[in-house]
């Protein structure tokens, strides 16, 4: 992971900032190790829960509701441990627990992104985060964020899709109204991120 500074940016063309947050926002190494290591328990639904995330890559569903459903169902698929319902039940009530604490304890937000945040907030351009996890404001709180600095905030699967979907990353430029050309995604990878951006012909900066 590399800051980015806001020298890298060609203010001239970017009227607006999407983020990524995990691995962007802060950096996200050993965050499995941390959950784990609070709730053992937690390991066979984690390795599932990164499988499906895997596999649902770019994929898009009419709904929110569709996504989760489709998304624990696959969870549960093949596995004798869990039902769709613990899974979904461990998803929301035990992992998301987890990761606020994990990310209150263990992590911070880096310097260089709030520098970019600040300098959107002061210069009116708006400024976003999407990501693939739900909890997006809650995250950011634990990471002590503020997250009324963000124009707004989208967890993808609330869309009905992940990245690097076309779809849902025309629902976010639509919702900057900012031309897509001129928006400008910084992440931490460039399959999802990179590929969002890529797919309306937006500019990526990945740190
Ligand atoms: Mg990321």
Redesign the pocket.
């Known amino acids: 992971m590399k800051a980015i500074h806001l020298s890298d940016i060609n203010w001239k063309k970017t009227k607006a900032v999407i983020f ?5 926002i802060y950096n996200k190494r050993f965050l499995s190790l941390h959950l784990v290591a609070n709730e053992v328990i937690s390991l066979p639904f984690l390795m599932r829960e990164r499988m499906v995330y895997r596999s649902f890559k770019g994929r898009c569903f009419e709904s929110s509701e569709k996504f989760y459903d489709a998304f624990f169902e696959k969870m549960a698929r093949g596995s004798h441990l869990f039902s769709a319902n613990t899974a979904r039940s461990w998803y929301f009530n035990n992992y998301m627990p987890l990761m606020f604490e994990a990310l209150c304890f263990f992590y911070k937000a880096e310097q260089w992104a709030l520098d970019i945040i600040h300098y959107c907030n002061d210069n009116n351009i708006p400024v976003c985060v999407v990501s693939d996890y739900c909890f997006v404001k809650d995250k950011l709180r634990a990471l002590q964020i503020d997250p009324q600095l963000f124009t707004f905030t989208i967890a993808t699967p609330d869309l009905g899709g992940l990245k690097p979907n076309k779809r849902v990353m025309e629902q976010v430029v639509e919702k900057l109204g900012v031309p897509a050309e001129n928006c400008l995604m910084i ?3 460039e399959d999802t ?1 990179g590929d969002f951006a890529r797919s309306v012909g937006a500019m990526f900066l990945k740190c």
């Open positions: 990524d947050l995990d691995g962007t992440g931490d990878r991120d």
